[in-house]
């Protein structure tokens, strides 16, 4: 399956609010609501942010949030931080145990 | 507290194979799916595959099909990576995650172990 589609870069400053999307097909982002979305800085291990869509485990601000219509998912960061600044991924479900994951975003807190 | 301790890095001849171990722990080892995941040097996350510890079923990337594998130990609750045919397309970060279910919700990865393929 092909990689999920993002944007390569993504920027805003801190206090604004910068979505990220996410497009797939029908076979992924499209036909199941299980996208997820990862943050990973610079050598370390990606983080879980959201997963399901919108759902936000335990400990991660709630100025992350998920969304989704169609093909497409995104990813609001709202009140920028510059902790904020990091590489976004999002990964979604392609049926029969597969999964896909999108290209990543880099995020820059300006 | 859940941990993913995977080995250490590798270096490796085109053409030989590696395996890569992630050892899990603070956690019932059979109730959550491992996941495979790879970042090559710059590059984006790549889903290499799946294995269900309870019974080992496996789901590969069409794209490593013929040369992965992944198997379990659940006495050492430990899961192996195994990749075959190395070239320096294969020089990546090599994750285990953890899932629930089968949906790609991964909360807990490993610390990444390199994989470097050279002459």
């Known amino acids: 399956q092909s990689a999920l589609t993002q944007p390569p870069s993504a920027s805003g400053s801190p206090g604004q609010s910068v ?7 029908s076979s992924d982002v499209g036909g199941y609501n299980y996208v997820s979305w990862y ?12 997963y399901e869509v919108n759902k936000r485990p335990s400990g991660v601000p709630d100025r992350f949030s998920g969304a989704k219509s169609g093909n497409t998912a995104s990813l609001t960061v709202s009140g920028l ?13 392609a049926g029969n145990s597969k999964g896909v994951f999108g290209g990543g975003t880099k995020l820059t807190v300006l | 507290q859940v941990q993913l301790v995977q080995s250490g890095a590798e270096v490796k001849k085109p053409g030989a ?3 890569v171990s992630c050892k899990a722990s603070g956690y ?3 109730t959550y799916y491992m996941y495979w995941v790879r970042q090559a040097p710059g590059q984006g996350l790549e889903w290499m595959g799946i294995i269900n510890p309870t019974g080992g079923a496996t789901t ?8 992965v594998t992944m198997t379990r130990d659940t006495s050492t609750s430990t899961v192996y990576l195994d990749l075959s045919s190395l070239t320096s397309d294969d020089t990546a970060v090599y994750y285990c995650a953890r899932s629930y ?11 990444g172990t390199l994989v470097t393929v050279s002459s």
């Open chain 2, 101 to 111: 279910y089968d949906i790609l919700t991964c909360d807990y990865w490993g610390q």
């Open chain 1, 81 to 93: 931080q510059a902790e904020d600044e990091a590489d976004y991924y999002c990964g979604s479900y």
């Open chain 2, 60 to 67: 590969y990337a069409q794209k490593f099909q013929g040369r």
């Open chain 1, 19 to 25: 979505t990220i999307s996410c497009t797939g097909t």
């Open chain 2, 28 to 30: 019932t080892f059979s």
């Open chain 1, 39 to 50: 943050q990973q800085h610079p050598g370390k291990a990606p983080k879980l942010l959201i």
């Open chain 2, 17 to 19: 194979s590696v395996t």
